[in-house]
């Protein structure tokens, strides 16, 4: 949630920033801002509204020139989205500058004091308290003599940046800059994250790696009370916390293109069509034939270890929770361990019993959801070992956790989350698989498994050739103003997933059930103007579902079957039919996810919604 980008060195700093923060943007899309230091000077340029439509045109007509400057692209939290709100923010004396990405708790009573003492503010935002309040301890050091730097120890801006944060309640990524001092900028987090990118002769802080990747690959991802002093040629690393400051230079893994839309007129489109390779990207190098199981390299945890377990929580949100409700099917049905699937906002704060040889879960694409890194933190708290399966190599969650699973499907940008979900059941499929293998689930089975996992990339590919089919129905829907999606077992979660989809990028409401729920309630919403997607694969329960479907039609409901290749029978029952390719039953919704995407986003297109920066939401949620 919000995107910082700061940069110094040699070169211009603007059009760095601006490209930076259009890479930021999924982050938060309310407003976004630049300060750069321009002959000693801050300058500084602010806009409500997306990058391209205001900042970059504002700084087009109005350009800044200098070699130190930072970028902020913002998701609303304190004080709506307006010019006046968008960082960077100044301090009392307009010679400090800072960005920021989290939640100032305390910023109130920070507020009244410095009204007191006659600070006036310009926005309503807790990050302009916090200016003034770096501000303050800086004049403070000033004042004691404290502030000459002879080259030696913590700079005087690091100095008044670590005073002021320890007087700060609440989670921050922040970037500050000062005119007094032009060669240098000072980086802290705690809560938020934040990365230093390290080139020759230059350097820059940004919120992921996808902000500096075409400029260099060398980064130090920041831990909690990191602060770091940023000059053109050199950095220095201070802690506010009770351990020495220590850093660890990292490689940026991906290339910078994967970031690119390329062809695709979406992230969310592109991200679509990637799931093949991204499939084949989760289990390369995972599976083995021979022993018909699943192998990983991160888990730290012996086999007698994984042995021991009597029980797995699985924890996380919004899409990612959807793969954790597929992942309890699987893993109960693959190993027969009992498996409670928890929100992350909602475990945190209950006081759940959790037995001794229970294993924690925690499912995150970006790895910085807040509610879940703190639904992590409790569960080491407690004692439980905990694996992550995330996709952001580096970030706080991967970092945090006692081991993980990466999915390596590569940075996904559209604020919807599609190739990540594919991925994350991927993993959960192999992981269920290789905890069954401990236990008793059989060679052969294990084979079949593995077997049927290495066709769905082909397979998926097969349901992306029918884009053009899928997309004819999407328009033929696009005027509905609510949606049903419903499946049984396996495809309950991603009739949960279809109902998100559509949701959150088209603004249509939609709802998912275990199709036998409908008739508990729901059914009494179904007339000629409400569709239904219906899935129902030829299962073990398909005389059910289509039972479900009689009952939906017998309502004037129309409907949009997902049905198995070979299934005539279906097409004479409902409006319209998207086939999929025939698969083992707890794999389904590795499948049939792929038309749900591609229904969601034809109709969001369709309304003329911006499928990529919907409404009101950002791609990674950091505030709780
Ligand atoms: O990065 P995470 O997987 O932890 O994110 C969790 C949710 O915020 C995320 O899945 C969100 O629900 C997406 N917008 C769904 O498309």
Redesign the pocket.
């Known amino acids: 949630m919000c995107g910082i980008i700061g940069y110094i060195g040699k070169q211009q700093a603007t059009p760095i920033l601006i490209e930076g923060l259009r890479r930021l943007e999924y982050r938060g899309y309310d407003s976004a801002g630049v300060a750069v230091l321009q002959n000693r000077e801050l300058a500084t340029r602010k806009k409500k509204g997306k990058i391209d439509e205001g900042l970059a045109k504002l700084v087009q007509a109005n350009p800044i020139y200098g070699q130190v400057g930072m970028g902020h692209t913002r998701w609303a939290t304190h004080g709506p989205p307006t010019d006046e709100n968008s960082h960077p923010h100044l301090d009392q004396s307009g010679k400090l500058a800072v960005v920021h990405n989290g939640v100032i708790e305390n910023f109130d009573s920070l507020k009244e004091r410095f009204l007191e003492e006659g600070h006036t503010f310009k926005s309503a935002t807790d990050t302009e308290v916090l200016a003034h309040l770096i501000g303050h301890h800086y004049d403070e050091l000033m004042k004691s003599g404290k502030g000459n730097w002879t080259g030696e120890g913590t700079h005087p801006l690091a100095q008044a940046v670590m005073n002021a944060l320890r007087e700060v309640i609440g989670t921050y990524g922040i970037g500050v800059i000062c005119t007094d001092h032009p060669g240098v900028m000072v980086g802290a987090r705690r809560g938020s994250p934040l990365i230093v990118g390290v080139g020759e002769g230059e350097h820059f802080l940004a919120s992921d790696a996808s902000a500096i990747v075409s400029h260099t690959r060398t980064v130090i991802y920041l831990k909690d009370y990191d602060v770091v002093t940023l000059f053109p040629d050199k950095f220095k690393m201070d802690s506010l916390g009770s351990e020495v400051a220590s850093f660890q230079l990292s490689k940026i893994e991906f290339d910078a293109d994967a970031a690119e839309r390329g062809k695709f007129a979406h992230y969310m489109l592109k991200e679509i069509f990637e799931q093949p390779k991204t499939v084949q990207n989760a289990i390369r190098g995972r599976l083995d034939a021979e022993d018909g199981t699943a192998k990983f390299g991160g888990l730290n945890m012996t086999t007698a270890e994984l042995r021991a377990i009597d029980q797995i929580v699985i924890t ?7 793969a954790a409700l597929v992942g309890e099917y699987l893993i109960e049905e693959f190993a027969h361990i009992p498996v409670e699937v928890e929100y ?1 906002s909602e475990f945190r704060y209950r006081n759940a019993p959790i037995e001794k040889n229970t294993l924690v879960l925690v ?7 807040a ?2 890194l703190a639904g992590l933190r409790e569960s080491k708290r407690r004692g439980h070992r905990v694996l992550s399966i ?3 190599v580096g970030s706080t ?1 991967a970092r945090e956790a006692d081991g993980g699973i990466y999915l390596h499907a590569g940075p996904e940008i ?5 190739k ?2 594919v991925s ?1 059941v991927s993993v959960l499929t192999m992981f269920a698989l290789m905890m069954g293998r401990i236990r008793m689930l059989s060679n052969r089975r294990g084979s079949q498994i593995i077997k049927a996992l290495e066709a769905i990339p082909d397979q998926i590919q097969k349901i992306l050739d029918q884009s053009e089919e899928i997309k004819r129905i999407a328009l033929k829907y696009a005027h509905a103003e609510d949606f049903f999606f419903l499946g049984r077992q396996y495809n309950f979660p991603v009739a949960l ?1 279809g109902a ?2 559509l949701k ?1 990028i088209s603004y249509i409401h939609a709802e998912g059930y275990p199709a036998a729920e409908m008739k508990h309630g729901p059914i009494a919403m179904i007339d000629e103007k409400t569709p239904t997607v219906i899935l129902a694969p030829t299962d073990a329960l398909y005389e059910k579902t289509f039972s479900n479907l009689e009952e939906i039609k017998a309502r004037k409901g129309p409907i949009i079957a997902l049905a198995t290749e070979g299934n005539d029978r279906i097409k004479e029952k409902v409006e319209d039919v998207i086939y999929l390719p025939a698969t083992w039953e707890p794999l389904h919704p590795l499948l049939a996810v792929i038309p749900l995407q591609l229904l969601s986003y034809y109709i969001a297109v369709a309304r003329g919604c911006d499928v990529d920066k ?1 409404r009101n ?1 950002a ?3 950091t505030v709780e």
Do not use: M, R, Y
């Open positions: 996380a949100c919004g899409t990612s929770w959807h992350a499912i995150t694409q970006s790895g910085e959801t509610d879940t995330c996709n952001v969650i559209g604020v919807a989350s599609t990540a979900f994350q997933e998100l989809k959150e919907p939401l791609k990674s949620v």
